[in-house]
């Protein structure tokens, strides 16, 4: 019995294909200390505050908010970094951010007027809310 050239280079572009697509993995690897999604969102929201602290008082150093937030949820920036870039490829950090935007607002009822008049005048969206 003959076997064909052509069906036996099908059959093995086949298999190529196959082991191409079941060998594909995860383009990041899980981090070792992921910070929960809750508290990525309870992080960002600070993060997002002392940043608007920062825009208010100009003499202040964002560097230092930052490692303040960080530290008083006490987390390392290395595991804060690799969570973020985790939940970034993992198309996960919108879901966080739209979170952290809930809980700016419960901080600062003040923040949802600010965003709907905003809306009101210009009728663009602004960045966190779209």
């Excluded at 086949?14 to 082991?19: A, K, Y």
């Excluded at 929201?45 to 920062?54: H, Y």
């Excluded at 935007?101 to 779209?130: E, H, T």
Aim: net charge positive.
């Amino acid at each position: 019995m003959e076997i064909n050239n052509q069906q036996i280079m099908k059959k093995l572009v086949f298999i190529f294909i196959m082991l191409c697509m079941f060998s594909c993995g995860d383009y990041i690897d899980k981090p070792k200390n992921l910070i929960e999604p809750a508290k990525m969102a309870e992080i960002l929201a600070d993060l997002a505050i002392t940043d608007q602290a920062v825009n208010i008082y100009e003499n202040k150093n964002l560097e230092a908010g930052t490692r303040f937030v960080l530290k008083t949820h006490q987390v390392k920036s290395e595991d804060f970094l690799e969570s973020f870039k985790y939940y970034v490829i993992k198309d996960k950090m919108k879901d966080i951010a739209e979170d952290a935007q809930k809980i700016v607002l419960k901080k600062d009822p003040k923040a949802d007027k600010y965003i709907q008049d905003k809306l009101k005048k210009s009728g663009n969206v602004p960045v966190l809310n779209r």
